[in-house]
């Protein structure tokens, strides 16, 4: 009669997992697995229950972290969180004290100003985008 108990579990668990495809029951149906292998060779419900217990605590222990790492979504940078950290071309003279100055990066022409407001930098030097703020990028000296 376990043993049936035991494949039900392991079906359904994987059921479960190919559903979702979260991680989330897969641990269980190596538990099953090993569960249903202790009934068929007749191990005592005790040992068929710690079996499981075990198994599937330890797979989820082991393989939850990599699972994730490598399965996980892939979070990257778009749009303006991708901008701080890039260099760029100075393509029109960054003066402070007169609020002007523009920069290319990526193709694209922004308001620039400098990190240091008593410095200047020159139309066709490389700079580096510390970070944005409102429209203009914060910039300095590559």
């Given at each position: ?15 479960i997992?190919?559903?979702?495809m979260?991680?989330t ?19 005592p419900l005790w040992?068929q229950i710690?079996?499981?217990i075990?198994v599937s605590?330890?797979?989820?222990i082991l ?13 990257k ?11 760029g ?9 007169e609020g ?9 022409i ?6 240091d407001?008593t ?6 030097m490389t ?10 990028v914060?910039v300095?000296?590559?």
């Open positions: 009669m376990m043993e049936y108990i035991w494949l039900a579990i392991l079906i359904l668990s994987v059921a997992e190919a559903i979702t979260g991680l029951s897969i641990w269980f149906a190596f538990g099953a697995l090993i569960a249903l292998f202790a009934t068929l060779f007749g191990g040992l710690v079996l499981f075990v605590v330890v797979t989820m393989t939850r972290p990599l699972a994730i790492r490598y399965l996980g979504p892939v979070l940078k778009t749009n303006i969180d991708a901008i701080p950290g890039k260099t071309i100075v393509v029109e003279t960054i003066v402070p004290v002007r100055g523009q920069v290319k990066i990526d193709g694209q922004w308001s620039a100003k400098l990190e407001e410095a200047q930098l020159e139309k066709g700079v580096i985008v510390d970070r944005i703020e409102g429209v203009k914060v300095h000296a590559a």
